[in-house]
């Protein structure tokens, strides 16, 4: 449920399970105090109406899912849908979801934890967020997951590959636009549904800057807009694409790249020129920041280059600042 003000007056969001859809309420008043004493009472009547214990699991999926596919990407409706299938898979048969309590998910988290951490921190946030969710719907009176603490993941340090490993892997891609698309993501440190959902609106060659926009159509993970100076190889790039009159920068017979595509495209010249096995596209957007930090750059411009939301995110390229603070005293 979300508080907004228009014209002057306050005016309330909520998830109307009736009719499966966002409706807009005003709450008649210029005063915020006035406002949340109101919204307060909306939700609470609101959550005695809609409270249904006897909701299953399934259900309650089928509902979130029908959310999420308004309101959220096709990478996160996929993380859901996995998270709900490993869990239902889990459980062995449909439950309420007034059953789901501490124990029983403590269980199944550490029990994914056995065979992929990665997995088990995936499907934690991901169902926490659902629950949270239940509740605003008044579905639960709590959060099954609440006070559940994973084992911590090791840090890794993020791959990365430098300018001259860039040109091998691009020199393996046969298609322009790939090796256009993976050019792009090395120099703007973009991400790839960022690359593929640029628009021509979004380049503007008189300033040398492209703005990572969010569009009816796209949103970006933060939800911020952000902007990226264009470095020379990406101007040549755009100049070159600029004859193109769809509305998008990229686009293959007028429709959007698949992200699978693309990344099998771009591991594919990574296994035949012989680099890490660990490297993907989104390593890409690492390179971008590791080369930055290597150069000298502040990690606070990293941070809003790459649009991260906390600088804690950023801070996992310091170990490369280190060093390079380390070469800079060799030097003295």
């Known amino acids: 449920m979300m508080l907004f003000k228009r ?5 309330l969001e909520y998830f109307d399970q009736s009719i499966q859809k966002l409706r807009r309420k005003s709450l008649k008043t210029k005063n915020k105090i006035e406002a949340i004493q109101r919204l307060t009472k909306f939700e609470g009547d609101l959550n005695q109406k809609q409270y249904n214990p006897a909701l299953t699991l399934s259900k309650f999926h089928d509902e979130y899912v029908h959310l999420i596919k308004t309101t959220g990407t096709s990478h996160y409706l996929s993380s859901v849908e996995l998270s709900f299938r490993k869990l239902a898979a889990h459980l062995k048969h449909d439950i309420l979801l007034s059953e789901l309590n501490r124990i029983v998910m403590e269980k199944y988290f550490l029990e994914v934890f056995v065979h992929s951490k990665y997995a088990a921190h995936l499907y934690y946030r991901t169902l926490k967020a659902a629950m949270n969710k239940a509740i605003a719907w008044g579905y639960l009176k709590e959060n099954p997951i609440k006070g559940i603490k994973l084992p911590k993941i090791p840090v890794k340090h993020p791959s990365f590959v430098s300018e001259k490993e860039l040109d091998t892997i691009v020199d393996c ?11 792009t993501a090395f120099y703007t440190g973009m991400r ?12 503007n060659f008189t300033s040398g800057i492209i703005t990572v926009q969010n569009s009816e159509s796209f949103t970006t993970k933060s939800k911020l807009e952000r902007v990226i100076p ?7 790039i755009l100049h070159w694409r600029n004859n193109n009159s769809g509305t998008h920068v990229f686009l293959k017979n007028g429709v959007l790249y698949r992200q699978y595509f693309i990344s099998h495209k771009f591991k594919k010249a990574v296994r035949q020129v012989g680099l890490p096995e660990a490297l993907h596209f989104h390593s890409l957007r690492h390179s971008f920041a590791s080369n930055l930090v290597q150069k000298g750059i502040s990690l606070y411009v990293v941070k809003e280059l790459l649009g991260h939301e906390s600088i804690v995110t950023t801070q996992k390229y310091s170990h490369l600042q280190q060093e390079t603070l380390k070469e800079a005293i060799f030097i003295l």
């Open 7 to 11: 014209d002057g007056y306050y005016h």
């Open 173 to 183: 891609l046969k298609e322009r636009d790939l090796k256009d698309i993976t050019i």
């Open 192 to 203: 790839m549904s960022e690359i593929l959902n640029l628009r021509w609106t979004a380049v």
């Open 230 to 236: 264009m470095h020379s190889r990406i101007l040549e």
